[in-house]
């Protein structure tokens, strides 16, 4: 925008869109269908994007995550504009972690709108992997770029510690984010420690087929296994009471809560899944273990809780990492050398 070019952003109807209200040059809201396909309300996204396309004529369009990336590339191909397609890969998510004929589907459906695409971009090398092995993405294409990038001048290094120990699960609630590991590992530390305290932050995503039921949450919350705090959209000073990030998801595309606690001098613990060992970095930033091993989790947590010292190495050294690559700044460029690739 600074650059005299506009930017049109086409959302779901949520709250964060007044947000992108105050930084694009305008916001358009549609109705988009989340989890499984739906054959109506697909289509009508289809058309609503064709003739968005159409109407604007835009010289690039780019799109994030499966539906956009799977509806909006077909959009793009029906429309009578010129337009240049970019597609980034956010991770394989729930139809590659639950459901085999979900997955059969979503591969057939990349398959045919991947192929309509001016560049593709993974955020992590399994997934980029994944695609080629399926033959999904055209021989020529294929970038990788490591998520979205963490604001450094936001997320500030931790200041001070405290004598409790507080541990963390911050994310979408749902139970492919290892939030049933998150619950057990914490019922079998407290047993030991009675300083180390497990906060969940993040909101109910009641519309995901894996959504975790609030009275449940609840349950736990009031048998004093966690605390629930709810979504938070300060999530700078979340970071600034927590000493250790368990992120126990299943399979991500470059996990943006891993970002934002190295970039706060956090040290995480996560499994060896697609996207988390790239942002984890073993040993050095945090540690990763073999999936679903609760036992080396509970090993490694202990460590972090004994050992003050090493929790501030891991996290110091996950700061300059943070900084070396995974800068706001640093991945904006790499999209914007994209996009001028393409012509901009």
Known sequence: MEKGHKVIVVV????????????????????????????ISDFKLIVTLKNLYNNYDPLIVHHFNAKPV?????AAKLSLANVKVINTITGLGHAFIKSIILKFVVIIAYKISLKMSSEIVFQN??????????????????????????NLKKFLPKKKYNKNINVYFIGRLIWQKGFKE?????????????????????????KHPDSIDLNELKKYEKNNVIQYHGYKNNMNKVYQNADIVLFLSYREGFPRVVLEASASGIPSIGFKVPGVKE??????TGFLVNFKDLDAIYKKLELLIKDKALRKKLGDRARKIAEEKFSLVKITDQYLDLYKNLGL
């Open 70 to 74: 799977i509806l909006g590339s077909i």
């Open 125 to 150: 090398d399994d997934d980029y992997k994944f695609f080629k092995r399926k033959k999904l993405v055209p021989i020529n294409l294929g970038l990788f770029i490591p998520g979205a990038g963490v």
């Open 182 to 206: 998150f619950l057990e590992i914490s019922i079998s530390i407290k047993k030991n420690y009675n300083n180390v305290f497990f906060h969940v932050v993040g909101e109910i995503d009641s």
């Open 279 to 284: 942002a984890i970095i073993d040993n050095e």
């Open 12 to 39: 779901a109807y949520d709250k964060y869109g007044l947000e992108l209200e105050k930084i694009c040059t305008k916001v358009i809201y549609t109705k988009i269908h989340r989890g499984a396909f739906s054959l």
